[in-house]
């Protein structure tokens, strides 16, 4: 049975184009489907499982501050999961049910998104984002508590980060709303792709592109905002297990003046080239260093870096070339919240070969403990090659706040159901 999470207990409107109405009265419009029909029934409305369909979110409601939601499940309608192995879910990219897009042209403002089946998308060879790479991604985590409830975790925040990247690109983007409300409706779409309780999550992707044509270099004159997610498990296959990490001391991940502090797509090809050769030396991944003085941390190549002395934890500030990650800003929130003193500002080598512990921090790895650090040859393990206990205690707050396990005191966590 195709999950119809997002459609279930729904009347069509008599009279009208179909549309469907959640619980703060906004439509959703259905337009009449050119492959085949929705076939509509008295409660529970069920999605058949070969219909497709294109649905229109109108955010005229959104702009003018109008409450908007997603419909979700009646209360007697059981939402079956996704037949797959559960138990053995790696970080890879499964294909899901729905997606969600909305276009604008430059100069223009998002005004209307669609949710609509999972597929390829189709540009132009000389679109802005494949020419010039005029793209931004990110990357969050929706979570399925034991009571059914579907968690979100600070997707506003990404919101945030986006425009701040978009100002940076050159790009119009969603506003903050838009962008949760987007969020909310691709979750409930693919609900049946939420992993159980404790089993992993469903990454969300958004990405932010120039999909217009454009020859010359140029802003694009069109722009798509895409959300499409996949069930994943641990992002590293050693799970909450040490990782093992190389430290570069020739190619660099971002230069002052860059877009080092935004999360545009360039960014993440450039570490591909040393991230590949340490993997084949047998290294998890690369951290790597200022390219000035060659000595200060920066992050690894999709997470953020700190070690721990004492009860002191420090991490690199935020100065243009290191992402703002999300993850980061929650961890050193949990940490102080714990006791910890943290301090963010330059950290040499010396004081990293130096640390009691060290961890990454991330979206998708949440925090990652180092299990040892090569740095010219040299390495040096930390915690007797196992889990530190600062990096257990952290992991262990924030997967638990997460995963709706703990009491949400700092009102981080969106509650979809």
């Known amino acids: 049975m195709e999950s119809a999470a997002v459609f279930a207990g729904l009347h069509p409107t ?13 439509a959703i419009k259905l337009l009449p489907p050119s492959i ?43 939402s079956e999961l996704a037949d797959i192995d559960w138990d053995n879910l790696g970080f890879g990219f499964m294909p899901t049910d729905y997606m969600y897009s909305m276009k604008c042209s430059q100069g223009e403002n998002f005004s209307k998104g669609e949710l609509q089946r999972f597929g390829n998308i189709e540009l132009s060879p000389s679109a802005g984002i494949l020419n010039y790479g005029q793209g931004l991604f990110e990357g969050l985590k929706a979570y399925r508590k034991h009571d059914g409830n579907i968690l979100l975790f600070r997707p506003e925040e990404n919101a945030t980060r986006l425009k701040m990247g978009a100002e940076r690109m050159c790009m119009p983007s ?19 792709w939420i992993p159980p309780p404790g089993k992993g999550s469903l990454y969300i992707r ?27 498990g641990n992002y590293f296959k050693e799970g909450l297990a ?68 004492g009860n002191l934890i420090v991490t690199p500030a935020i100065k243009g070339t290191i992402l703002p990650g999300i993850t980061r800003k ?8 714990q006791g910890f003193q943290v301090e963010e500002r330059h950290v040499s080598v010396d004081e990293l070969l130096d640390a009691d512990e060290v961890f990454c921090t991330g979206t998708a790895v949440v925090v990652s403990p180092v299990g040892s650090i090569t740095h010219q040859g ?18 262990s707050a924030l997967t638990s706040l997460q995963m709706g396990l703990s009491e949400d005191k700092m009102g981080w966590i969106v509650e979809l159901k």
């Open 14 to 26: 008599p009279g009208h184009h179909n549309h469907l109405l959640g619980p703060s009265r906004t």
């Open 378 to 395: 040299r390495r040096v393990t930390y915690g007797n090659d196992g889990v530190g206990l600062v990096s257990q205690q952290l992991y």
């Open 174 to 192: 969603p506003s903050v709303e838009q962008f949760v409300e987007a969020v909310k409706a691709t979750v409930l779409a693919n609900e049946r």
């Open 36 to 78: 085949d029909k929705i076939n509509f029934s008295p409660l529970p409305l069920k999605l058949q499982k070969q219909s497709h369909f294109t649905s229109y979110i109108d955010n005229s409601a959104i702009n003018s501050g109008n409450s908007f939601r997603v419909a979700s499940p009646a209360s007697d309608v059981a």
């Open 206 to 232: 958004p990405l932010l592109m120039g999909s217009g044509a454009v020859l010359g270099l140029a802003p694009a004159p069109e722009y798509t905002f895409l959300i499409y997610v996949s069930p994943v």
């Open 330 to 337: 929650s961890i050193i929130d949990v940490a102080i919240s």
């Open 242 to 309: 040490p990782i093992n990490l190389v430290v570069e001391t020739e190619m660099h991940r971002a230069t002052p003046g860059g877009t080092g502090g935004v999360k545009t797509i360039g960014n993440y090809a450039a570490v591909l080239k040393a991230q590949s050769a340490a993997k084949a030396k047998g290294y998890s991944d690369v951290l790597y260093l200022d390219c000035v003085q060659k000595k200060y941390l920066e992050e690894v190549s999709s997470c953020n870096v700190f070690i721990v002395k």
